[in-house]
């Protein structure tokens, strides 16, 4: 289940070397040394109402873009627990955005949803609003049980 994700992930970045991101953040500069980038919408881990890091909302028409550092076992005990009570983790550096475009210096591996995919440049965009979804009246996901 979810937690074979963890096990995954925590075994993959302890092998891991830091990269250089080259970020333009809503036309902000940034470089930063980490070795793990996520840009996201949406916090939950999948377990319950957790999410990795507190206030990551889907409807707030911002990207929370997320580094890593590094991944010692100290640092990934501090992620579970910030995870845990929902509190800011200084492990994790973030930023909130519109628009992020990531200078890899040469051709990365990354995971766009469930595709591993190769590129040099990274330019994401959100468009607020641009997404419906229909969600079930509670009346209808009672009566279906």
């Not at 953040?25 to 040394?33: K, L, P, T």
């Not at 793990?36 to 409807?59: E, F, M, Q, R, W």
């Not at 580094?67 to 009570?85: C, E, K, N, P, V």
């Not at 009346?139 to 049980?145: M, S």
């Amino acid at each position: 289940g979810q937690l074979a994700y963890g096990f995954t992930a925590l075994d993959t970045l302890s092998e891991v070397k830091p990269v250089l991101y080259k970020m333009q953040i809503d036309g902000q500069s940034v470089n930063e040394n980490g070795v793990s980038l996520s840009v996201t919408n949406i916090g939950s881990i999948g377990i319950s109402d957790y999410a990795l890091l507190p206030h990551i909302k889907i409807d707030d028409g911002l990207f929370d873009v997320i580094l890593l550092d590094h991944a010692d076992f100290i640092s990934m005990l501090r992620i579970a627990g910030s995870t845990l009570l929902q509190t800011e983790s200084n492990v994790l550096k973030r930023w909130k955005c519109k628009e992020i475009l990531i200078d890899l210096n040469k051709n990365q591996s990354f995971i766009l949803d469930d595709r591993e995919m190769k590129a040099r440049l990274i330019k994401i965009i959100i468009i607020p609003n641009s997404l419906n979804i229909l969600i079930p009246s509670r009346k209808y996901l009672n009566d279906v049980r």
